[in-house]
């Protein structure tokens, strides 16, 4: 073999495995090594954490979930308690219009008191003399204050007080004694009841009919009013003015009309629908007693006949600043009708508010409502302790 057939021999072999090279070549091209990707540390901590982070959100909503629970139930219990608290808002709230609808009875009353227990340093007759002078000027009546004044020489003998400063405390004391009213004066408010209203034309007795029929309504009671004052003019349009304001319905006939008639249709109607209470307006006639004796009487006996199971409540409005005059209101009226409570008018705006004091000692009728102010929650059931608290508030 020449050597040019060996070269050629040669190159074909070379072309030969070039060709078996560029063939496994294209083989290892389309058929690619498979290798299991390489997970980086960094990327498993990642997800780790991402992990970690999901888990700790969930705990995080649940936590928001039970918070959100939590404070439903709070804002429930909040609105549950609130009607005792609320109702604890009413009553700090009327006794502050207490304490300043009292001024200038407090300023009367105690003005006087504290001058004479501050020119004394001992407590002898003189002292005693000039603190009962005090107490009548205050308008609490000669015989109030006789009786304040025995009762309070036993207790200084009792609690063997030395000085006058003693003898504020056991005055304020001996003056809720006085005031004292039985637990049991509003049971009416409980029962199926009918309320006379009586009192001399000018005293409130219309309002407060109206400042009633509103209190007692917004307690939940069914409550009826009667115009029974069918002689005084505009008594009906005032009371029905009133009787829209509260909410409650009116029965009444026409001006000059029988108030016993008025009274009759009022107690069907109050039997028909159920009624809690039947307020009755009435006339204030006092300079004629027999009339006005002789009309009460027969509204008594209708109210007897028609609805003998109805428990019967008489109220007498008086106004606060006609001082000793309400005294003698109260005892004339006593005369013509079996008085079961005291309503003190016009509290806000008198200095002669001992008066209280003074009817319930010596007439023995309790006082049941008290007002010091014009607003339709102005008038309130009367306690004793607040109002001679707010007497004695400084």
Known sequence: MGLFSWKKNKTK???????????????????????????????????????????????????SEEEVIENINEVEEENEIPQEQEEGKKKRGFFGK??????????????????????????DEDFYEELEEALI?????????????????????????????GVRELLMEELKELMKNEENLYEFTEKKS???????????????IGKLANQYKQKGKKVILA????????????????????????????????????????VQ??????????????????????????????IFKI????????????????????GQNALQQAKQFKDIADITGIVLTKLDGTAKGGIAVAIQTELNIPVKYIGVGEGIDDMQQFNSEDFVSALFEE
């Open 137 to 165: 000027v205050a308008d609490l009546g000669v015989n109030t204050a006789m009786t304040i004044i025995e009762d309070l020489r036993e207790k200084v003998k009792e609690n063997k007080i030395k000085d006058t400063a």
């Open 269 to 298: 109607a109050a039997k028909a629908r159920e009624a809690d209470l039947l307020i009755c307006d009435t006339a204030g006639r006092l300079h004629n007693k027999k009339n006005l004796m002789e009309e009460l009487r027969k």
């Open 194 to 208: 009918v309320v006379l209203v009586i009192g001399v034309n000018g005293v409130g007795k219309t309002t407060t």
């Open 227 to 266: 115009a029974a004052d069918t002689f005084r003019a505009a008594a009906i349009d005032q009371l029905a003015e009133w009787s829209n304001r509260a909410g409650v319905e009116l029965i009444s006939q026409q001006e000059n009309s029988d108030p016993g008639a008025v009274v009759f249709d009022a």
């Open 303 to 322: 109210i007897n006949r028609e609805y003998p199971e109805a428990h019967k409540e008489v109220l007498l409005v008086l106004d606060s600043t006609t």
């Open 13 to 63: 072999e070379e072309q030969k495995d070039n060709t078996s090279e560029n063939k496994q070549e294209l083989v290892d091209a389309k058929e690619p090594e498979i290798q299991e990707p390489e997970i980086e540390e960094d990327v498993i901590k990642e997800d780790n954490n991402n992990v970690q982070e999901n888990n700790t959100n969930e705990n995080d909503d649940i936590a």
């Open 98 to 123: 207490l304490v300043k609808g009292l001024t200038k009875t407090r300023n009367n009353i105690l003005g006087g008191v504290d001058q004479v227990l501050s020119s004394f340093t001992k407590i």
